[in-house]
């Protein structure tokens, strides 16, 4: 019998977005305040290695914390669960006969190891904001964990596909 795909995107929460926003602005400040300082300040002035050094710096923090404020996931349930986070390249898929349990739960940041994609004891857990999750326990591989809209809706598409009951 065939299924119909489950999928919901899961947006970061206000933590995740406030502190992207406070990684950019605090790299262009700095930015700004190291181009506004007079040579004059200076012992030697810089040298071209020294402002390449703070333009990639700059860009890289700057990519972080737009990548923080433009994140999102992706949870899907069809031949397989997908839960994918963008733009981090974040990718893990698992086929629902491998699932050998798949629970509700409710995440922090304290008990998933904080905010973001972390590894914790035993397995995976991708948390973008506190709330409802699922916990999957995987066969022969680590467990994920991951924050998601309505929990009930993906344990039951798990089931339905062949994901072992509690």
Same mark, same amino acid.
């Given at each position: 019998?065939?299924?119909?795909?489950?999928?919901?995107?899961?947006?970061?929460?206000?933590?995740?977005?406030?502190?992207?926003?406070?990684?950019?602005?605090?790299?262009?400040?700095?930015?700004? &305040?190291?181009?506004?300082?007079?040579?004059?300040?200076?012992?030697?002035?810089?040298?071209?290695?020294?402002?390449?050094?703070?333009? $990639?710096?700059?860009?890289?923090? $700057?990519?972080?914390?737009?990548?923080?404020? &433009?994140?999102?996931?992706? $949870?899907?349930?069809?031949?397989?669960l997908?839960?994918?986070?963008?733009?981090?390249?974040?990718?893990?898929?698992?086929?629902?006969?491998?699932?050998?349990?798949?629970?509700?739960?409710?995440?922090?940041?304290?008990?998933?190891g904080?905010?973001?994609?972390? &590894?914790?004891?035993g397995?995976?857990?991708?948390? &973008?904001?506190?709330?409802?999750?699922?916990?999957?326990?995987?066969?022969?591989?680590?467990?994920?964990?991951?924050?998601?809209?309505?929990?009930?809706?993906?344990?039951a598409?798990?089931?339905?596909?062949?994901?072992?009951?509690?």
């Amino acid at each position: 019998m065939s299924y119909p795909a489950y999928e919901e995107t899961v947006r970061p929460g206000r933590v995740m977005t406030v502190i992207g926003w406070a990684v950019i602005a605090t790299a262009v400040g700095i930015a700004t &305040l190291v181009l506004a300082v007079p040579a004059g300040w200076q012992d030697q002035p810089p040298t071209a290695s020294d402002v390449g050094v703070l333009v $990639v710096t700059l860009a890289v923090t $700057v990519a972080l914390g737009i990548g923080s404020v &433009l994140m999102r996931m992706t $949870v899907r349930v069809d031949e397989v669960l997908e839960v994918r986070v963008r733009p981090w390249w974040y990718r893990r898929r698992v086929a629902p006969e491998q699932v050998t349990s798949a629970e509700v739960v409710h995440m922090t940041g304290g008990n998933s190891g904080g905010l973001g994609i972390r &590894l914790v004891p035993g397995g995976t857990a991708v948390l &973008l904001d506190g709330g409802p999750g699922v916990q999957v326990t995987i066969r022969d591989a680590r467990s994920l964990r991951f924050r998601c809209n309505d929990p009930e809706a993906v344990v039951a598409a798990l089931r339905a596909r062949g994901a072992a009951a509690d």
